[in-house]
């Protein structure tokens, strides 16, 4: 079931709850003194409702930000290796063709290893920083006879210090997400939200059931669009490894 399928799924169960729950309220609970609660409920409902939306909107954002941030990162550190290796190719022969395995090595292990375990949101190992530390030490090693090939190894190490960097972002945005504290603010904000409106009175039924309705389904939606947001390599966001397969392409 994809995620669009169980987005629906969840909108739809919501309002339609919300609107069962609002029809029984209506027909079997008092109507005496309803409509004189609109006012005092309503000022309640702007102050409740006002803070939640903020809250919503500022977790969304932060997580919108977060599955950009690890798209970047994802990409700085491809460029990076290539970089490196287009640095360690004008060293010797023999140096950039190992670099340019380990490098072309650590991008397949990025894509086949380390990916589906960022998806799963799983904790993992993988040969990612030892193949990294290797290239390193055949940088270090080449011989550097004059100032302009010492500059090409200056610049091979400054890009692999950018790859080691974007790697550790990487893999730290697959680690953020919402904290329980957070969530459960949220979660107890829409109840009340939603809650909220039980109270209102009106003189046609099937418009208050239909307003109750279309609240949840729109809290709900927000909630699932947070919960989908919270891993950048899977969920709805489901960030790929293209950066790293057109590395792959340009090793050859």
């Not at 079931?1 to 969840?10: A, I, K, S």
């Not at 397969?245 to 050859?252: D, N, P």
């Amino acid at each position: 079931m994809n995620v669009y399928t169980t987005g629906l799924l969840w909108v739809g169960g919501a309002a339609v709850f919300a609107a069962v729950i609002a029809y029984l309220i209506r027909k079997y609970g008092p109507d005496e003194g309803r409509s004189a609660n609109n006012e005092a409920a309503g000022q309640v409902f702007t102050i409740v409702g006002g803070l939640h939306a903020v809250l919503v909107a500022f977790v969304l954002i932060a997580l919108f930000d977060a599955v950009g941030a690890a798209g970047q990162s994802a990409y700085k550190e491809a460029d990076g290796l290539v970089a490196a290796t287009w640095a360690a190719d004008a060293l010797s022969a023999e140096t950039g063709e190992e670099v340019r395995q380990l490098s072309r090595a650590y991008a397949i292990t990025v894509i086949n290893d380390e990916w589906p375990e960022l998806a799963a949101g799983r904790d993992f190992e993988s040969e990612g920083w030892n193949q990294l530390d290797r290239i390193r030490r055949v940088v270090a090693a080449a011989p550097a006879g004059d100032e302009w090939l010492m500059d090409r190894k200056k610049e091979a190490a400054s890009q692999l210090w950018q790859v080691f960097q974007a790697r550790q972002e990487r893999l730290d945005a697959a680690g953020g997400g919402v904290s329980a504290v957070v969530w459960f603010v949220l979660v107890m904000g829409s109840v009340l939200s939603i809650g909220l409106p039980l109270l209102f009175g009106g003189p046609l039924m099937r418009t208050h059931v239909l307003i109750v309705a279309t609240l949840a389904a729109t809290i709900t939606l927000l909630l699932y669009a947070t919960y989908q947001l919270q891993n950048p390599y899977g969920g709805g966001a489901e960030l790929a490894p293209d950066a790293f397969r057109l590395a792959v392409e340009r090793f050859g």
